[in-house]
């Protein structure tokens, strides 16, 4: 079963794929609220006076969000099992650069790209995850995109799922997967989320970028977006088309109000494009959109080229610990087959040795009674006895090539049947029904029945086809109600040199 994990700060979305081994079908989808507290909680936030007054709200307030997630997720996947998860981080928590580089050979890129990104971010890039992904390629330079993650938010962000007894096959980021919706032409994906809007660039499919900003969707009222937050889309959207010498030719929303009217007319008219929500196989809501993405990226149905974070280090290695339970049992059932293994062997030899003595003493009386002149001495040696018999069979088998090869394969009778079978013409153009045939030394005489003195002549004709049969005549044409009764009389020994002159006045 493949789970995608929407993690959202007041709803946990997932969309399920049913099946395994790379062949999946759409289950269903399902979502958990987050709660908003941690009140009755198993497990909540807990500290003195004199801690918390040391401790930063900020990360109170994210420590309490976490653990209220936390238990949504717990009550969203319970009763499931042997699930495999794709889940995202949102792309606020990355840093992307356009970086252009003048060569294309992609060993080089590689090698050159964290001293050419330690110039561009306040980050020491001992402690990043660099990748990369090539936009644009000449022959002498390279455009790139660039992603740059801190291993602390992507180790904290596994260390909090594997609290969940969650390992995550992939770990991608919202603004990028979304590119799963994108198609031809230059296009925008805009997903609202709770607090902010997630703005993506696409051209035929392929990321050219992604920027979160602030804002929010009001669903109660004509003009869902603020006039700030459609500056803020506006100027991220200039952004793009300069930084990317584009012009933007569609816009499509995703997420929870990606249905509403008023939020598509309002883009529509402020950005001057068009505006529609996407539209995901199966009916499934625009709201379920990163779920369902994420849930494809597990089955293997997106181009492969999206932004992972579970990679370097950070590598998907499948649950080591069930891992390392099943080779235990593994090594424990070898060693006990082993241990069967040879005793059954052990058994099996002695078994086989028996039999192979008592098949010498068998040998030897039968050769002492083929080959009584044998002394004693060479007896007593079964492998001596076994070369006698294989140089005599050698020479038995070689007796009986040298008399196959002077012994035809086939009977001449059933030959020369067989020849005149083959002598004579189809069926569909000459019916002859055979009545008698006489084979003697010198000659085979057959006496037919056939439709008319012309068939007749046809059938003696093909006869005389065949090298042996040149000198077939046919006798005795006699009427008969439903055609003629006939006689072809063909001799054997043929006198090659008349059948040579008899052919050459036939050609002349």
């Known amino acids: ?7 959202g700060k007041t709803v946990i979305r997932a969309c ?17 609220l987050v709660p908003t507290s941690t009140l009755g909680m198993d497990s909540p936030i807990e500290g003195d006076d004199e801690d918390t007054e040391t401790v930063d709200p900020a990360l109170l307030q994210q420590a309490d969000l976490e653990q209220r997630q ?27 650069r356009q970086v252009s580089l003048p060569f294309t050979d992609k060993s080089h890129i590689a090698e050159a790209l964290p001293s050419t990104i330690e110039e561009l971010v306040p980050f020491d890039v001992d402690e990043v995850q660099i990748q990369h992904r090539v936009l644009d390629a000449t022959d002498n330079e390279s455009t790139l995109l660039v992603l740059i993650t801190s291993e602390d938010i992507i180790e904290s962000h596994l260390d909090k799922l594997e609290g969940l007894n969650i390992n995550p096959q992939h770990v991608l980021i919202d603004g990028d997967i979304l590119g799963y919706y994108a198609s031809t032409g230059v296009q925008v994906i805009l997903h609202p989320t709770e607090d902010s809007i997630t703005c993506s660039v696409f051209k035929d499919g392929q990321t050219l970028g992604f920027r979160t900003i602030s804002g929010v969707v009001s669903p109660q009222v ?17 952004f793009f088309e300069d930084n990317h010498e ?28 068009p505006c529609s929500p996407i539209l995901i196989p199966n009916n499934v809501a625009p709201k379920w959109a990163l779920a369902y993405a994420l849930a494809e990226k597990g089955c293997g149905n997106t181009d492969g080229k999206e932004f992972d974070l579970r990679t370097q280090g950070f590598a998907y290695q499948g649950n080591i610990q069930k891992l390392a339970t099943v080779l235990q049992y593994a090594a424990a059932f070898s060693m006990i087959a082993f241990i069967g293994f040879t005793g059954w062997f052990w058994t099996q030899k002695i078994a086989i ?15 002492q009674e083929t080959m009584p002149d044998l002394p004693q001495s060479v007896m007593a040696n079964p492998s001596t006895v076994v070369s006698l018999m294989q140089e005599e069979i050698m020479t038995a088998t070689d007796k009986l090539d040298k008399l196959g090869s002077i012994t035809a394969a086939e009977p001449p009778m059933l030959t020369l049947v067989k020849a005149i079978s083959e002598g004579m013409p189809p069926h569909e ?22 439709d008319g003195f012309q068939t007749a002549t046809e059938i003696e004709q093909a006869l005389k086809q065949h090298p042996r049969f040149k000198q077939a005549q046919k006798a005795d044409e006699k009427s008969m109600r439903d055609g003629i009764r006939f006689s072809i009389i063909i001799p054997l020994e043929v006198d090659e040199s008349n059948t040579d002159a008899q052919d050459t006045e036939e050609d002349g």
Do not use: C, W
Not at 1 to 7: A, C, F
Not at 21 to 32: A, L, M, P, S
């Open 429 to 450: 153009k000459a019916r002859i029904d055979v009545s008698e045939m006489i084979i003697s030394k010198t000659s085979i005489n057959l006496k037919a029945e056939t």
């Open 70 to 96: 936390s238990s949504a997720i717990q009550t969203l996947l319970r009763g499931f099992q042997n699930i495999s998860v794709v889940t995202h981080q949102p792309a606020s928590q990355v840093s992307t």
């Open 353 to 367: 040795d028996k039999e192979i003595a008592s098949l010498e003493e068998d040998l030897i009386a039968q050769i």
């Open 16 to 32: 399920i794929f049913e099946g395994s081994f790379g062949r999946y079908t759409f289950g269903n989808v399902i979502e958990e």
């Open 222 to 238: 004509d003009m869902p977006l603020t006039a700030p937050t459609i500056e803020r889309i506006r100027s991220t959207l200039i």
């Open 1 to 7: 079963m493949m789970i995608g994990l929407d993690i």
């Open 246 to 273: 584009i012009d933007i030719s569609e816009i499509l929303l995703s997420g929870e109000h990606a249905h509403l009217e008023s939020l598509q007319e309002q883009i529509r008219t402020e950005m001057g494009v």
